[in-house]
């Protein structure tokens, strides 16, 4: 297989409709990823549309297989989930993400959030919250820098397990935020319910605006529900300056995307962090 994200990803589609054993192998291989030291975190940094400045990452997974190459997440993490996988996995990036961002403030630079992404598998693991209290024990990093990144989906089909582990993990001091805001369950009555701090707008409606006038209400609805409950509002895969004009005109707090950086490696954020210009 080509190492580009794109055609691993054709690669896989194939090679699973080929039968059990290519999925079983991808998984022995995934499970000694770990311990191998194949997997990569990557920060892509949330940008403040007030002052330019970075005022967060996320952390973003990355697989650099032996023979594959760079493995994207959309080729592994579903099968992740699947397998349990992402249990162990999805500790591990936390931990990475956690050290990280502890050594970027050890390092004198302004303290800023790390977002990590859960799965809805990790959401109902009883002992979630003793497990984050853990990392962040173990990293020295103060919960109000961690973020989770929590889909709709996930928050719906959860019961009151979810809002349960949900509260624990408010009550250490870690904040939560919606991804993919406004794709999964149309019901909005959970933002009152569950502890969230903030809405990512999708990038499927960031893509649109200014010039397609669905993607430019809904981003504009958006914007005022996160106004109206004091929720700060992301906006994802920012990729040019016409969006960007676009969600500072509507007085969108934040936004990431390609127009700013893609995800790169911790050593390259630390290089943006120094350079500390406006973006
Ligand atoms: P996501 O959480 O919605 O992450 C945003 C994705 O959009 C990332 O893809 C990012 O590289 C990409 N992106 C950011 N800015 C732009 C842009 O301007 N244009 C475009 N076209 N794309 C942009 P990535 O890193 O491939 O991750 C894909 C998905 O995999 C993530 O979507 C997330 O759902 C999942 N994922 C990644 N890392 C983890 C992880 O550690 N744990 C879990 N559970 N899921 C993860
Ligand atoms: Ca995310
Ligand atoms: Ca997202
Ligand atoms: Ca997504």
New binding site residues.
């Given amino acids: 297989a080509k190492s580009t ?1 794109r055609n691993t990803y054709q690669y896989y589609r194939a090679s699973v409709g080929e039968g059990a054993t290519d999925l079983f192998a991808m998984e022995s291989s995934l499970r000694a990823a770990i311990e191998k030291n194949e997997l990569e ?2 920060y ?1 940094p949330q940008i403040s549309l007030a002052t330019g400045k970075i005022t967060g990452t ?5 697989w650099h297989h032996p023979e594959r190459g760079l493995v ?3 080729d592994f ?1 579903p099968l ?2 699947e397998t349990g996988l ?1 249990v162990p ?2 500790e591990w ?2 931990r990475r ?1 956690c050290a990280q961002n502890a050594e970027w403030q050890k390092d004198g630079f302004a303290p800023m959030r790390v977002a ?4 809805a598998r ?1 959401l109902r693991i009883r002992t979630l919250a003793e497990k984050v209290a853990q990392i962040l024990d173990e990293t020295g990093l103060d919960p109000v820098w961690l973020e989770l ?1 929590l ?1 709709e989906t996930m928050v719906m089909r959860g019961t009151n397990d979810v809002i349960g582990i949900m509260q624990q993990l408010k009550s250490l001091g870690v904040c939560f935020s919606i ?2 805001f406004g794709t999964g369950y149309s019901s909005l009555s959970y933002l009152k319910r569950f502890p969230i701090n903030a809405i ?1 707008i ?2 499927s409606f ?2 649109g605006v200014p010039h397609d006038f669905d993607d430019a209400t809904i981003s504009k609805a958006i914007i005022g529900l996160g106004h109206s409950l004091s929720l700060k509002v992301i906006a ?4 040019n300056a016409e969006q960007l004009a676009f969600l500072r005109e509507h007085q969108c707090c934040e936004a ?5 950086s ?2 790169v490696s911790a050593d390259a954020l630390t290089a943006l962090l120094r350079s500390n210009i406006a973006m």
């Fill in positions: 994200g975190v990557m892509q996320e952390a973003l997974v990355r994207m997440p959309a993490i992740a989930e992402i996995l999805g990036v936390m993400a990590v992404n859960l799965s990790q990144e889909t991804d993919d990512k999708d990038r960031v893509q994802e895969g920012v990729e990431q995307g390609y127009y700013f893609r995800p």
